[in-house]
């Protein structure tokens, strides 16, 4: 598994370079865009030794460099951009080949996760030191996603996301109600015109409309972790009053309304309640 650079071409090393030289054939989820990678570097490898191996094919495709591998044949794997399987294909073609006896060896490299959690910065004596979730890429639908963004408001650690720039906007509005939550962009990191700055999630939406170029290009998001008093948990003391006199349900409707605080973290809350 060969991770490859996410933008600067010389953000490749030399084992992965060597290995990409000696293979006999390579799975890559663009044969085109791998191929013009190979050329940039020197390497000369012919159509019949590049295997499309992507999202739609993967598990058929996996049979494939199965058959290779015990052919004895050298067989590398490289997304288009950074370290295979990780909001990339490539997890299914390693445990296809891990389920047939055989091995998949890392070849460590470019990540855009872990490039953007180097610049976040994150010093809160508060947090916990280094902890960090991969979100990835959010669901494209409104409702979905702006469940996903709620549940990360109580999240003790920094959440890293990725975002195309066709919907980078969207993601914006729904980030925007976690108000001064610090949000760390990543945009084109390693590129040309990367960009990197830190402004509160509710200043997202603004900062992208300053620059029509920066709803170009893919962006790497690094929620830093929510402030000790917002991890805590909501309130009680609204809930407390509704209970005795309202259903549950409607009790944590208005105490969301009242408060601000969202209707999940509060239902647990009511149950709790309830039950003591």
Same mark, same amino acid.
């Given at each position: 598994?060969?991770?490859? +650079?996410?933008?600067?071409?010389?953000?490749?090393?030399l084992?992965?370079?060597?290995v990409?030289?000696?293979?006999?054939?390579?799975?890559?989820?663009?044969? @085109?865009?791998?191929?013009?990678?190979?050329?940039?570097y020197?390497?000369e490898?012919?159509?019949?030794?590049?295997?499309?191996?992507?999202?739609?094919?993967?598990?058929q495709a996996?049979?494939?460099?199965?058959? @290779?591998? @015990?052919?004895?044949?050298r067989?590398?794997?490289?997304? =288009?951009?950074g370290?295979?399987?990780?909001?990339?294909p490539?997890a299914?073609?390693?445990?296809?080949?891990?389920?047939?006896?055989?091995?998949?060896i890392p070849?460590?490299g470019?990540?855009?996760?872990t490039?953007?959690?180097?610049?976040?910065?994150?010093?809160?004596?508060?947090?916990?030191?280094?902890?960090?979730?991969?979100?990835?890429f959010l669901?494209?639908? $409104?409702?979905?996603?702006a469940?996903?963004?709620?549940a990360?408001?109580?999240e003790?650690?920094?959440?890293?996301?990725?975002?195309? +720039?066709h919907?980078?906007?969207?993601?914006?509005?729904?980030?925007?109600?976690?108000?001064s939550?610090?949000? $760390?962009?990543? @945009?084109?990191?390693?590129?040309?015109?990367?960009?990197?700055?830190?402004?509160?999630?509710?200043?997202?939406?603004?900062?992208l409309?300053? =620059?029509?170029?920066r709803?170009?290009?893919?962006?790497?998001?690094?929620?830093? +972790?929510?402030p000790?008093?917002?991890?805590?948990?909501? =309130?009680?003391?609204?809930?407390?009053?509704?209970?005795?006199h309202?259903?549950?349900?409607t009790a944590?409707?208005?105490a969301?309304?009242?408060t601000?605080? +969202?209707?999940?973290?509060?239902?647990?809350?009511?149950?709790s309640?309830?039950?003591?």
């Amino acid at each position: 598994m060969v991770a490859t +650079p996410i933008g600067n071409l010389a953000d490749i090393t030399l084992r992965a370079l060597h290995v990409l030289q000696l293979a006999d054939a390579i799975a890559c989820e663009d044969t @085109r865009h791998t191929q013009a990678l190979l050329r940039a570097y020197g390497i000369e490898k012919s159509s019949v030794q590049l295997l499309a191996v992507h999202q739609h094919n993967e598990a058929q495709a996996a049979q494939s460099v199965i058959e @290779r591998l @015990r052919q004895g044949q050298r067989v590398a794997y490289a997304s =288009d951009a950074g370290t295979p399987a990780i909001s990339d294909p490539g997890a299914r073609l390693v445990a296809a080949v891990r389920a047939a006896g055989l091995h998949a060896i890392p070849l460590p490299g470019a990540s855009s996760v872990t490039a953007a959690l180097s610049v976040a910065g994150m010093a809160d004596e508060d947090a916990q030191p280094g902890a960090f979730v991969f979100a990835g890429f959010l669901s494209s639908k $409104t409702g979905e996603r702006a469940s996903a963004v709620e549940a990360l408001r109580l999240e003790a650690r920094s959440v890293v996301l990725l975002e195309a +720039p066709h919907r980078i906007e969207a993601l914006a509005t729904a980030l925007e109600k976690l108000g001064s939550r610090p949000l $760390t962009i990543g @945009r084109e990191l390693t590129k040309q015109f990367e960009e990197i700055a830190t402004v509160s999630a509710e200043a997202f939406p603004a900062w992208l409309a300053q =620059d029509a170029n920066r709803l170009r290009g893919e962006f790497v998001l690094v929620l830093h +972790p929510a402030p000790a008093a917002a991890q805590s948990g909501p =309130d009680s003391r609204v809930l407390e009053l509704l209970l005795p006199h309202l259903p549950l349900k409607t009790a944590v409707k208005l105490a969301s309304e009242i408060t601000g605080e +969202p209707r999940n973290a509060l239902y647990e809350l009511a149950l709790s309640l309830k039950k003591d």
